[in-house]
């Protein structure tokens, strides 16, 4: 088994898994059960999506593909008007 991908929770990593399983590619989430040790556990680096070796290229792609964590830039014709920053 290979990491595709690490996670910054289990929902991210579950969201991942099953974009995977979608295209056919078995996923495994790595590290679940240590999100209850936060306190006791490092922070970062508990949670990971893994694959077997030979679906890592494909898996690789389809993850990148995700655009995981990036945010879409607004177009200059909307109207955010009223609207309050989080």
């Given at each position: 088994?290979?990491?595709?991908?690490?996670?910054?929770?289990?929902?991210d990593?579950?969201l991942?898994?099953?974009a995977l399983?979608?295209e056919?590619?078995p996923?495994?989430?790595r590290?679940e059960?240590?999100?209850?040790?936060?306190?006791e556990l490092?922070?970062?680096g508990?949670?990971?999506?893994?694959v077997?070796?030979?679906?890592?290229?494909?898996a690789r792609d389809?993850?990148?593909?995700?655009?995981?964590?990036?945010a879409?830039?607004l177009a200059?014709?909307?109207?955010l008007?009223g609207?309050?920053p989080?």
């Amino acid at each position: 088994m290979r990491t595709v991908y690490d996670a910054a929770n289990v929902i991210d990593a579950h969201l991942v898994r099953q974009a995977l399983e979608a295209e056919g590619i078995p996923a495994f989430v790595r590290g679940e059960a240590l999100t209850g040790g936060i306190g006791e556990l490092g922070v970062f680096g508990l949670v990971a999506v893994m694959v077997p070796e030979a679906a890592w290229p494909q898996a690789r792609d389809i993850v990148a593909a995700l655009a995981l964590g990036e945010a879409e830039p607004l177009a200059e014709d909307d109207d955010l008007t009223g609207t309050q920053p989080a």
